[in-house]
């Protein structure tokens, strides 16, 4: 007996392609409603510092001698340069210096007739012999003038207290009465006053230029720091580490004066930002604090790979500016680099200036 019943069921080909399409499309369908796309968004920046470019302005009135950097130079701090013409305000200082001198000079005279003690001149005087000198030339004419002056009163009082002996023997004889004794007693106290004045006139006379002289030292001396200020003033340095970036006076011999800004100076030692323009549309994807990935156009990516920063600033409102393309909007973002990262392969630090794309 023929049996026609075939005993394998055979499957559509329709029902297997939409059997693997369910399998398919069934996971991919589950994964889209639990998953979600990463939004990379991209624009161009400038390396900018946390820090205001920095003015140099010179502090006095003087003429550029020597700018000592050039654009683009990095300088560190305290470095010099700028120099202004000296030879003025180092004669000015000189001058000064030496008029304080002088006076210190008078007060070691002065202190002596005071004091009565002998002259000595410290060794701070030896670069100025002609004041120690004059000093000790007037110290020895003043002092032998009061001892001319003095000894003269002195020899008259010698030749009455001399005649006071004698006329206290005619006394006791009877050969003189006490009018004449009395009326010599009277000259020696006189001559005695005479030589007491004179010696005080000394002593006030120098006391009044003794108080004359620390008056006017004590103005010199404001002087010669003000002095000494300018000129060292003269002497322009770097008041940070950074880059030269724009310098407007180059002119030797050109004049300045005190707020006239000579060059600018771009902080290196702030931190690093990358300031970025982003189209609006982008906003919804950058946040604060949100990691960034930097590429900067001075290395190679291939080589360097990518810089790791952090949005830390975006700004509130949209910014306008006006292009070839007519007025167009835009976001402004900082990226802080993070310093830890500027390492290259080698192990050399990478630099990073102001200015780098």
Do not use: C
Request: proline share 3%; aromatic share 8%.
């Amino acid at each position: 007996m023929e049996n026609n019943e075939n005993n394998s069921w055979t499957l559509n080909p329709i029902f297997i392609v939409l059997g693997m399409l369910f399998i398919v499309i069934i996971p991919i369908l589950i994964w889209s409603k639990q998953a979600y796309l990463q939004q990379i968004s991209h624009a161009s920046g400038i390396v900018i510092t946390s820090a205001k470019t920095q003015s140099i302005q010179t502090a006095i009135d003087g003429v550029i001698n020597t700018v000592l950097v050039k654009e683009g130079e990095n300088v560190n701090q305290g470095q010099e340069i700028i120099v202004l013409d000296k030879i003025q305000t180092q004669a000015a200082y000189e001058s000064s210096f030496a008029k304080v001198a002088a006076l210190n000079a008078t007060l070691v005279r002065v202190k002596s007739e005071i004091y009565g003690k002998p002259l000595i001149f410290s060794d701070e005087f030896n670069q100025y012999p002609e004041f120690v000198s004059t000093q000790t030339a007037l110290f020895h004419r003043k002092q032998k003038a009061l001892n001319d002056e003095v000894g003269v009163y002195k020899e008259s009082l010698k030749i009455l207290e001399d005649q006071l002996k004698l006329f206290r023997s005619l006394l006791k004889t009877g050969d003189i009465g006490t009018v004449e004794i009395n009326k010599l007693r009277r000259e020696i106290i006189d001559i005695k006053g005479q030589i007491t004045n004179k010696e005080n006139k000394y002593f006030q006379d120098s006391l009044s230029e003794l108080t004359k002289t620390e008056e006017e030292l004590s103005t010199r001396l404001q002087e010669l720091e003000d002095k000494k200020v300018t000129l060292e003033h003269s002497s322009i340095t770097a008041p940070v580490s950074g880059i030269v970036k724009n310098i407007l006076i180059t002119t030797q011999g050109a004049k300045v004066r005190p707020g006239d800004v000579i060059l600018e100076l771009v902080p290196s030692n702030d931190k690093l930002i990358i300031e970025a323009k982003f189209n609006p549309k982008e906003l919804s994807f950058i946040r604060l604090g949100q990691k960034a990935a930097v590429k900067l156009d001075a290395y190679d990516y291939s080589i360097y790979g990518i810089f790791k920063g952090v949005v830390t600033y975006i700004s509130p409102d949209s910014i306008s500016e006006r292009t070839q393309k007519g007025e167009e909007f835009y976001f402004r973002v900082q990226v802080e680099l993070d310093t830890k990262e500027l390492i290259a392969k080698n192990g050399r630090k990478i630099e990073i200036s102001p200015g780098m794309s």
